[in-house]
């Protein structure tokens, strides 16, 4: 079963940049759309940023993340990333990774990020 590993959550002032990693166990990973997850604190977890198989990526929720977060993908590695600058209070969650439609595996741990003054 496909595992995903997530990392480089942290606790970061506002206005601060972070860059997170997922990586995705198994031979397949070139073949999965991927997304990036967050859960903030009391909500429900949503998909915010995508990133398809030949590296194009969609913001889903732009007004909030796009022109700040970037993501991006490394084959080679079987990982995506998510740059994070001017990072904001409401940004404040667990961040997860998954791959998209019918390869979705399990969740991993997240990775939590907390921007804080």
């Known amino acids: 079963q496909v595992q995903f590993v997530e990392s480089g959550g942290g606790l970061v002032r506002p206005g601060g940049n972070l860059t997170l990693t997922c990586v995705v166990s198994g031979n397949r990973f070139n073949s999965y759309s991927m997304g990036w997850y967050r859960q903030p604190p009391g909500k429900q977890r949503e998909l915010f940023a995508t990133i398809t198989t030949n590296n194009i990526p969609h913001y889903l929720d732009s007004d909030s993340v796009k022109g700040r977060f970037t993501i991006f993908r490394d084959n080679a590695k079987n990982m995506i990333s998510l740059q994070m600058n001017n990072l904001q209070v409401e940004d404040t969650a667990v961040y997860y990774c998954?791959?998209?439609?019918?390869?979705?595996?399990?969740w991993g741990q997240g990775t939590e990020v907390i921007v804080s003054a």
């Open positions: 998954n791959a998209l439609f019918s390869a979705a595996g399990a």
